[in-house]
Every structure is written in C-alpha cells, then in structure tokens.
C-alpha cells in the first residue's frame, strides 16, 4: 500500500478494501485494524471504499470480541441479515425485529428439545434445565443492511445432558437443517424426513412463516452461518406460499358428509387461552369465539395478540367453529 499513490482514490480505496480483507481472511486480526486505520486516515479515500472500510472495521471489533469469548460459546453461530422495505442501512423498525427476534429464540429453545427427544411443549417457557445450560445471545453485526447473529452461550448446568445428546445438540447446525429445508421444501417431504415428529414438524414450519415478511412485501430475511458458507436461506414473499401449502396438507379438514364446512375470516386476535382452549377474534361483524386450540402452541399464536389475523376454521353443523390455521394478514 505504501508504494501506492494516495491522490489516485479509486485504485487507492480498491487496493485497501482487498489488502484489508486478505489480513482478515488470514485471522490476522490485529494487521488488518492497524491498515484499515491507516487506509481510513487518507482525506482522499472514496466514499465507496471508505464505506467498506468501515464495515469491514466494525467487523474486526466483532471478531475480537468473539475471541475473546471462545469457550463460552457453543461453536457457530447464525448470521440474520433483514433487508429491504422500511429497513435502512444499520437501521430497522423496533417491532419488525424485536417480533423476528423473539421467534428467533423460540426456534432456537424448540431445536433444542427435539434434539434431546423431549416431548412437544404446547404451553408456557422452556423447562429451567434448557433456558439454565443455553442462552441465546445476540452478537452485533457490520450493517450491511440490518444484522446481527445469534450464538448459544453455555453454562453451568450443561452437564444435565449426556455426552451422546450434547454432542447431537449442536444448535447452529440444527437450527440451521431446519430453517433451510422446511423453508425451501415445496412437497413437505423432506421436512418429514429431517423432522417426523409431526407436533414439532408443525411447529417449525408455523415458527419459520412467522419470519417470513407478509405477502406483497419487498422485505426479506436471510440467514447463513460463516462456519457453513454452502447452507442458507432467504426467506421472501415466495416462502410463505410454500410453507402454507406444507401446513395445510397436514391440517385438519372438514368433513362435509357431517356438514361440516372450512371457513376463513380476519380481523384482531384480542384474547387467547389455551388452557381453555379458545381464542376471540374481533371481526367485521362481531366478535369471534374459536375453540379446539389443542394442537397449537402458544409461541407460535401468543405475538400475535392484538394484531390482525387471518384465522381459518371447520365451522361444524352446530354453528361451532374449530380451529385449524392462523397467520398474521398482509
């Protein structure tokens, strides 16, 4: 870099943007700050590679830090990138993340428990010996658009889980295998092969179409791991289509020789109990009772109390309506 001319700022940025990248590429961490530094303190520098400098320093400040907590980690981690809408450079509404990221949490504690063979939980947290031995924790990312990962911090109560079952845990990974394969199965048969508990099967798929960004939207969710560069998935307004077509074929149907009918209607979901098993809607025309929530699980319907839904039923020969889907309207 020393032998180049400064004042020339196109090949100047080029040249600093690659050597940067090369030290950082070559986990040389500390050289790589050290010229980024230097390449940044040129007045001349164009704003295009200064931009890149930027991220790419943001990301050694990253990498340091990740350092610096190996071993308390589990190995891996998931990168989430949102991208396009009302998203900005580094910048996003609070609820469109805070929402994606508390699905986020509730896929990565439900692979948990599929990995160690417990059984489906319908209602309330994780148990105290999964939230007590991983902690899902969020790491900054360089904005590229808005990111950030999520890593599995370990702790003490790791041992309440056998070698064979830990070493099956390798959340990053699973988590990974599920969110690709469900998101991009169009038939629904590869989801039954990685997951043939058709409880968690459901669940995943319903969790992963929380994510996805509403119909007709320009949004969209990318996630990767740097430690599996070949595994990842944008999830987009083509997503939800196929994941809807996988949900419904394993949904309850009506059953019109006893008169029974399938209904769909939106409005706000204002109350739910699943211990009692309904759910109230308020509609167009009134408010609507949903009962037979059996099957659901209350992290997948709980965020979306006071929003509007597009719920769908088998409205029964007595006028009852039995509950079979519900997703967040567009």
């Given at each position: ?48 590679a200064r931009e890149q ?59 948990v428990e599929w990995s ?54 390798d959340i990053a990974r ?157």
């Open positions: 870099m020393a032998q180049l001319d400064p004042s020339k700022a196109r090949t100047f940025g080029i040249a600093a943007v690659s050597a940067v990248s090369l030290w950082y590429k070559g986990k040389d961490v500390q050289r790589a700050s050290m010229l980024a530094y230097r390449c940044l303190a040129n007045p001349d520098l164009a704003p295009p400098l930027d991220d790419l320093v943001q990301t050694l400040y990253s990498e340091r830090d990740r350092k610096r907590l190996t071993g308390e980690f589990l190995p891996g981690s998931v990168t989430v990138a949102v991208k396009g809408g009302s998203v900005l450079r580094g910048a996003a509404p609070l609820d469109l993340i805070v929402d994606r990221v508390k699905t986020l949490q509730s896929i990565f504690f439900r692979v160690n063979g417990k059984p489906l939980r319908r209602h309330g947290p994780p148990t105290n010996d999964i939230t007590s031995s991983f902690e899902p924790w969020l790491v900054q990312e360089a904005p590229g658009s808005f990111q950030f990962s999520v890593a599995v911090k370990v702790n003490g109560q790791l041992d309440m889980f056998d070698a064979e079952k830990l070493e099956a845990a699973r988590f990974l295998d599920v969110v690709t394969t469900i998101a991009n199965d169009a038939t629904g048969e590869a989801s039954k092969e990685l997951v043939p508990d058709e409880g968690y099967r459901g669940t995943f798929r319903k969790l992963i179409r929380n994510l996805t960004p509403p119909p007709n939207s320009s949004e969209s969710v990318a996630i990767s791991s740097r430690e599996r560069e070949d595994v990842a998935v944008v999830l987009d307004e083509s997503t939800r289509p196929k994941l809807d077509f996988a949900i419904k074929a394993e949904s309850a149907k009506a059953d019109e020789s006893a008169g029974e009918q399938m209904q769909e209607f939106s409005g706000v979901l204002r109350a739910l109990d699943l211990d009692g098993d309904w759910l109230k809607v308020d509609a167009d025309n009134g408010q609507v009772m949903v009962k037979g929530l059996s099957q659901a699980v209350d992290d997948v319907i709980g965020p979306m109390v006071n929003k509007t839904v597009l719920v769908k039923a088998v409205r029964t020969r007595r006028g009852d309506l039995k509950f079979v889907d519900i997703v967040l309207a567009g």
